[in-house]
């Protein structure tokens, strides 16, 4: 997180609008690259001198617990679990998605250090979802996460799955096609303003080559860019995320094949208009058509 800029939007908005801040481990709209342990205690110290809490948005916490043990040299003699264990340290509570880093197939969670909170969430989530002790879960994928918690931090694990990841991206990448470097964690981003130079932003690079890589070959991933962000967004990227413990070696070959054919016709490709548009989150539900 930019911590400069951090401050700023507190000072502008005055922290009494600021409930709480979030912080993404790892970055997934910005490469699925890691955040550092050291960008990580300066979020933290900002939200503590301004008594705002810190969230973390955890689930790739496993894989950005990883990267720290890779890069940095302080952590390479640390377990991911130890380093996960000293990220969460310096934040207030976090929100899981269990379907990444919690190697579950459906689930999550929210924690907290605000036992008055916690209880407030406790009352709500039995008119909402059920008792605290399932959360609206059934007992297996309770279970599941309970496991998937403790298996996603084993290095052998991790080290398969950086690797994988990385396997995809270093393939189209050394046929030249663009891609966010070094490869992330959980996913490969391909730039596509600069894989579709000819293809002017309004008319979607990053949508038409995610149309483009399912109509040739059923691959299917997702625009971070124009679509999701408006005229925010600084780049146009498509994601191909990759699931855990899903894909084998020529799975992820015939992707990297795919990938190749439409980067041979890309000149060829044109792009797309919106047809109709929801009023908020519109890349969830668009409908788009090639221009003319
Ligand atoms: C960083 C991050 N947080 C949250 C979510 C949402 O998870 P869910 O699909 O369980 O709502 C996603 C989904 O991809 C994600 O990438």
Redo the contacts with the bound molecule.
Sequence with gaps: MDVQELERVIQRAGRERVPLVML?V?N??GGGQPVSMENIQQVSAVCRSNKIPLYF?A??FAENAYFIKLREPRYESKTPKQIAQEMFSYGDGC?M????DGMAN???FLCTNDDLLAQQEKDLLILTEGYPTYGGLAGRDLEAIAVGLQEALEEDYLRYRIASTAYLGNHIAQEGVPIVQPPGG?AIYIDARTFLPHVPIDEFPGVTLAAELYLEGGIRSVEIGSLMFGAAAKMDLVRL?IPRRVYTQSHIDYVVEMILEVWKKRDSIRGLKLLYQAPFLRHFTARMAPVE
């Excluded at 998605?97 to 990444?100: N, R």
């Design positions: 993404t790892t997934n709209s948005d689930c790739r929100t998605s269990a379907k990444k459906i689930g999550g959980h995320a």
